[in-house]
């Protein structure tokens, strides 16, 4: 504990409110643009509207968990609270973002192959980040001393975004029956109708803003938890 | 109308429920 500095006061509660106004419209607009604007699709028809959740909440969880990354090697690199309270936020929301594209794919998988699930490899680590994550929060239980369960937060965050390239790219390194990357690819431009790129880009702009909104609220809560400990010691 | 709208609708209501849901539970957190 001597080797930590005392929470103090950040900028996060007075951008808060014009962050929420600007993610509030920009999810309506996504939204507009994703149910009514953007064309049907020739092959699947209208139930591809779902990859306009599907797909941003899952770019957002991938940054959510490098995020999760980047604040655990700053927290062991420079033992300052601010960085645990950012790894545990991050790592709250990147929970919520999967489990909320894993069932949204869910969701569009039974019209389109049939099945709820099925064990393939894009699904199977999709899952096994989602648990790992999960059990990153739950390990956040097991010490009530702080630099210790920091410390031990901070080891499992830098592990276990191994598994984010590995969903990425599972697709490619075995036979998978989940579309291969269709934005993010290696092979040159996207392969999506640009109006259906840019509904795509508006819907991932919007969930960047969601995410970062909900990333203010949850460090300043996880922030003024600190300022209770420290003040109870 | 698409005979796949329940799935649309299923998918959408979902995730803006729950995102919902975590905004009110930050606030009754005191966020």
Known sequence: ?233 | MDANLVFIVAAFAIVWGALLAYLISLRARGA
Do not use: C
């Open chain 1, 1 to 233: 504990m001597t080797e930590t500095t005392i929470p103090r006061g950040n900028t996060l509660p007075r951008i808060r409110p014009w962050l929420g106004i600007a993610a509030a419209a920009s999810f309506v607009v996504a939204s507009v643009m994703a149910l009514f604007w953007a064309p049907t699709d020739a092959v699947q028809g209208d139930v591809y509207r779902i990859l306009y959740v599907h797909v941003p909440l899952a770019w957002l969880a991938y940054l959510a968990f490098v995020i999760v990354f980047l604040a655990s090697v700053g927290w062991l690199w420079t033992k300052r609270p601010f960085f645990d309270a950012v790894a545990v936020a991050s790592a709250e929301i990147g929970v919520l973002f999967t489990g909320l594209f894993l069932v949204a794919g869910s969701i569009w998988a039974k019209p389109t192959w049939g099945v709820w699930w099925t064990w393939e490899p894009r699904l199977v680590t999709t899952a096994i980040m989602f648990v790992m994550y999960v059990g990153y929060l739950l390990l956040r239980g097991l010490s009530t001393d702080f630099s210790r369960r920091a410390t031990r937060a901070a080891v499992f965050g830098i592990i276990a975004v191994i598994d984010v390239p590995i969903v990425h790219l599972s697709v490619l390194w075995a036979n998978s029956l989940h579309q291969l990357p269709t934005v993010l690819r290696a092979a040159g431009s996207p392969a999506l109708d640009s109006s259906m790129l840019l509904t795509l880009m508006v819907s991932l702009f919007a969930y960047t803003l969601i995410y970062a909104y909900f990333m203010s609220a949850r460090v300043s809560l996880e922030r003024a938890r600190q300022g209770r400990l420290w003040t109870q010691i």
